[in-house]
C-alpha cells in the first residue's frame, strides 16, 4: 500500500474521531500529507488548488437551488402537496402512509433538499400519523427514508456536484436519470409500508380533504418548477445555472408575491440560511478540490482501481463489492464529501468496467442516499427524530425493513442500467 494512502487514513480517521469538520479535515489532511512527502510550497499549492476549486460556472447553480429551495420550505407547500398526494393515493389502505412517501418526492423534487423534506413534510404528517394510531417511529423512519428520493428526483444538488466531479457529464442527462430510480426507491417504500400497516392493522382508508383536480390545481404552481427547469434545460433554452437562477424568481413569485406565505420581514433569515449552506457546500467543493489533486499526483485512483480489479474478475462481484463499500461510507459521512472524494478514486474501477458514467453516478447517489438514515452520521435521521420527538435507537430499528427496501432497489439499479439510462436515451 502506498506510504501517501496510509498517511491520509490514518490522519484522516483520526480527526473524524476528534470530531473536526470534514472540510478542514481535508484541507488539513492534505497539507500534512503532501508535507510529510517532501513536496514543496505546500501551503501555496493547496490554497490554489482550492482556490480553483469552486470556480466552475456550473457550481453557481447550487446556491441558486438552495435559495430556491428555501423559499419553497418556507413558503407552506409542503400543505397544497399533501393534499394532492392524498387525492391520488390516500384511498388505498393505510393510505396516510402512501401519501407522506408521495409528498416527499414531490416536495425533495422541487426543493432538492432531502433535509428540507422531512422538516416540512414530517412537521405536518407526522403528528397527523400520530393521531390516525400510526407507530411514532414508523412514521418517523418512513418519512426520514421517503425524503431522501428527492436527491435522485432532479433537480438535485449532489448530481450537480458529481458531473462537476467527475467531468464532461452532461448535467441534463444526469437530471433524467435520476427520474425512473427515484420513484423506483419511493415505491419499494410504499410496498413495505403498505405491508406493515396491514400487518399492524393501522392506517384505513384516508379520504382526501380535496378531490384531485382541486388539488392538483393548488399544487400545479409548485409543481410546475421541476416542468420549468427539467423543460427548459432539455430544449435547450437555458443551462442548468440559468435554470437555477429561474427557479428562485419562481420560487420567490410563488413564495412572497402569489401565496404571501414569507414576509418581508422573515428574508433576511431566509437568505442568511441559503448562504450558510452554500458556503459550506463550497467550502467542501474547495477542499475536496486540493485532495483530489494530491491523490492524482500520487495515483491513489489508479492503486485503488488495480486493487478493487484484483478482488475478482467477475464485474458483477466487483459492483457489488462498490456498493459495499460505498454504503459502509454513507454511514460515517455526509453525502456531498462522499460524493467529492471517491468519485474520482472510484471512477476508473466504472469506466474499467464498462460502465456508463451517468449510471455510476446514480448508483453512488443512491447508496449515499441510504447513508442519511443511517447513524452516527445520518443528517435525515437526526432531522426526522428531532422533528418527530422520536428516539434514535427506537427509529433505527423502526427502519430495518425501509434499509432493506432501499437496498433491493439499490441492486436493482445497480445491475440493471436500463433503469437510470432508459429515459435519457429515449429522450436524445
Known amino acids: 500500500m502506498s506510504i501517501a494512502l496510509v498517511i491520509l487514513i490514518v490522519l484522516f480517521v483520526a480527526m473524524l474521531v476528534i470530531d473536526v469538520p470534514i472540510a478542514f479535515v481535508l484541507a488539513a489532511v492534505t497539507v500534512i500529507a503532501a508535507w510529510a512527502l517532501g513536496y514543496e510550497q505546500v501551503l501555496v499549492t493547496v490554497a490554489s488548488d482550492m482556490a480553483s476549486g469552486p470556480e466552475s460556472f456550473t457550481l453557481l447553480a447550487i446556491p441558486f437551488f438552495i435559495l430556491a429551495g428555501e423559499f419553497l420550505g418556507a413558503g407552506g407547500q409542503a400543505r397544497r402537496l399533501i393534499n394532492f398526494a392524498a387525492s391520488i393515493v390516500g384511498r388505498f389502505p393505510g393510505g396516510l402512509a402512501w401519501v407522506n412517501t408521495v409528498t416527499c418526492m414531490l416536495f425533495g423534487a422541487i426543493s432538492g433538499s432531502a433535509a428540507a423534506a422531512v422538516s416540512s413534510i414530517g412537521g405536518t404528517l407526522i403528528p397527523e400519523m400520530n393521531r390516525k394510531g400510526y407507530d411514532r417511529d414508523f412514521n418517523i423512519a418512513l418519512t426520514t427514508c421517503s425524503a431522501t428520493t428527492g436527491l435522485l428526483i432532479p433537480p438535485s444538488n449532489v448530481m450537480i456536484v458529481y458531473a462537476v466531479t467527475m ?62 427547469v427539467l423543460g427548459g434545460i432539455l430544449k435547450g433554452w437555458f443551462t442548468p445555472t440559468e435554470a437555477s437562477a429561474i427557479a428562485v424568481v419562481w420560487a420567490f413569485i410563488l413564495a412572497v408575491i402569489c401565496f404571501r406565505e414569507v414576509k418581508v420581514k422573515d428574508l433576511k433569515g431566509l437568505l442568511y440560511r441559503a448562504v450558510r449552506t452554500s458556503a459550506v457546500v463550497l467550502l467542501l467543493v474547495a477542499s475536496s478540490r486540493a485532495m483530489s489533486q494530491f491523490l492524482t499526483s500520487e495515483q491513489i485512483p489508479q492503486l485503488c482501481s488495480a486493487a478493487l480489479m484484483g478482488i475478482s474478475e467477475n464485474p458483477l462481484l466487483i459492483i457489488l463489492t462498490i456498493n459495499v463499500l460505498l454504503l459502509v461510507v454513507g454511514i460515517f459521512m455526509d453525502m456531498t464529501p462522499a460524493v467529492l472524494i471517491f468519485t474520482p478514486i472510484l471512477a476508473p474501477v466504472s469506466a474499467a468496467l464498462g460502465i456508463d458514467p451517468v449510471h455510476f453516478g446514480i448508483i453512488m447517489i443512491t447508496n449515499l442516499c441510504i447513508g442519511l438514515c443511517t447513524p452516527p452520521v445520518g443528517t435525515c435521521l437526526f432531522v426526522g427524530c428531532s422533528v418527530g420527538k422520536g428516539n434514535i435507537a427506537r427509529v433505527s430499528r423502526a427502519m430495518v425493513p425501509f434499509y432493506i427496501a432501499m437496498i433491493i432497489a439499490l441492486m436493482l439499479i445497480s445491475y440493471f442500467p436500463s433503469i437510470s439510462l432508459w429515459l435519457p436515451n429515449l429522450l436524445e
Open 167 to 228: 467531468g464532461g457529464i452532461s448535467i441534463d442527462r444526469l437530471f433524467l436519470s435520476g427520474i425512473m430510480p427515484g420513484v423506483l426507491v419511493g415505491l419499494m417504500i410504499m410496498v413495505i409500508s403498505f405491508f406493515i400497516s396491514k400487518k399492524r392493522g393501522i392506517g384505513g382508508i384516508e379520504e382526501a380533504a380535496e378531490g384531485i383536480v382541486i388539488s392538483g390545481l393548488k399544487a400545479l404552481p409548485s409543481l410546475t418548477l421541476v416542468v420549468v
